[in-house]
């Protein structure tokens, strides 16, 4: 059994080194084998100068998981930067994290290693390619293994269980800043642990980030108990002005570019906010939908019983069963709405 699961992670297309798995060897590498991330981690450790970029419009697991990276690191007196793409202000709930305020907006113009944490594709970093390599590290199924090294764990909870995996597998001390990142992005992603593929293993991960220093309480307070006073005026937008559908099971709200001005809310500030409208009694579908300036951006959330990932791979998108997203490019927010509406009467 041991050499089948060696055959099915360590596949080497051309000269890429993916370690892909599905929920089988999910379960059985991560007790039996820590020989699958050592080459991940000897690329990592090896480079002379890394960047490690978060995706755009970050979310607490893409964040969390690259802080975390990154403080370990720095603890290892490694050349290391960081790097969003993201023309907009970065998510401030965040702000306590060590490391967010070394988050640049531009790229060195020189650096061998590229580490992305929570991508699933390589358009969302928001970078060209260059003459680096790139460690893609990610826990969506959606993945498409663009690195030169994939650590793509599918049944993972977030991004930050896998880089757990891969920093435990190679014996690496996980410092109270690292823990406290790592915790965010996990808490971050399963929405504090409701959603999100959560198992015994998740709560054993965060246990042991607990016991490495993390603060549960401290964390919840800064991530959800920081609303911003605009976002507040877009809560209760939305749910003074949602629709439902089907017998509502389905839930919907558009957010067009005239309520951000008038509330004063950013684009970060919707993050997450439809998730109140699936935690509606009987909703068992809820849908955003954002209005850009060429494009509308689309978020759906379920209750676990569909799976808005099928809705999301129609686009080109990406996400989990219970939370997805993806463009659609339509400047008309109500014909798109209208248009993922249909597609659950299929």
Not at 263 to 280: C, E, P, Q, V
Not at 319 to 340: L, M, P, Q, W
């Amino acid at each position: 059994m041991g050499i089948i699961a060696l055959l099915s992670i360590r596949l080497v297309l051309n000269g890429k080194i993916t370690l892909n798995l599905d929920s089988f060897h999910y379960n059985h590498i991560f007790k039996n084998g820590r020989y699958m991330y050592k080459e991940a981690w000897n690329k990592i450790t090896n480079a002379r100068y890394i960047v490690i970029v978060s995706h755009i419009h970050p979310d607490g697991d893409t964040l969390g998981s690259t802080l975390a990276l990154y403080n370990v690191l720095k603890e290892q007196g490694k050349k290391v930067a960081l790097f969003n793409a993201t023309k907009d202000e970065l998510p401030r709930e965040f702000g306590f994290l060590d490391g967010f305020s070394k988050i640049q907006g531009k790229l060195p113009k020189f650096f061998d290693l590229l580490v992305c944490c929570d991508s699933a594709s390589f358009d969302r970093l928001g970078v060209r390619r260059g003459d680096y390599e790139i460690v893609n590290i990610d826990h969506h199924k959606s993945n498409k293994n663009f690195g030169d090294i994939n650590v793509v764990l599918s049944e993972a909870s977030s991004a930050g269980v896998v880089l757990y995996q891969l920093l435990k597998a190679n014996d690496i001390k996980i410092s109270k800043k690292t823990a406290t990142a790592l915790y965010t992005s996990v808490a971050d992603d399963t929405g504090f642990f409701r959603y999100g593929g959560i198992d015994a293993g998740t709560f054993k991960i965060a246990s042991d980030l607990i016991e490495c220093g993390a603060d549960p309480r401290k964390i919840a307070s800064e991530v959800k108990s920081s609303v911003s006073l605009a976002k507040t005026r877009l809560i209760a937008h939305m749910l003074s002005n949602f629709e439902l559908h089907q017998d509502a099971t389905i839930a919907s709200i558009i957010l067009d570019k005239k309520i951000l001005d008038e509330t004063g809310a950013k684009r970060s500030d919707t993050k997450n906010i439809i998730s109140m409208l699936r935690d509606i009694a009987n909703v068992k579908v809820a849908l955003m939908v954002l209005e850009l300036d060429e494009s509308c951006k689309i978020s759906l959330r379920s209750d676990g019983d569909m799976d808005v990932s099928k809705i999301s791979a129609i686009y080109n998108g990406g996400g989990h069963k219970g939370a997805a997203g993806f463009n659609v490019s339509s400047s008309d927010s109500r014909a798109t709405c209208k248009e993922i509406l249909d597609l659950f009467k299929r």
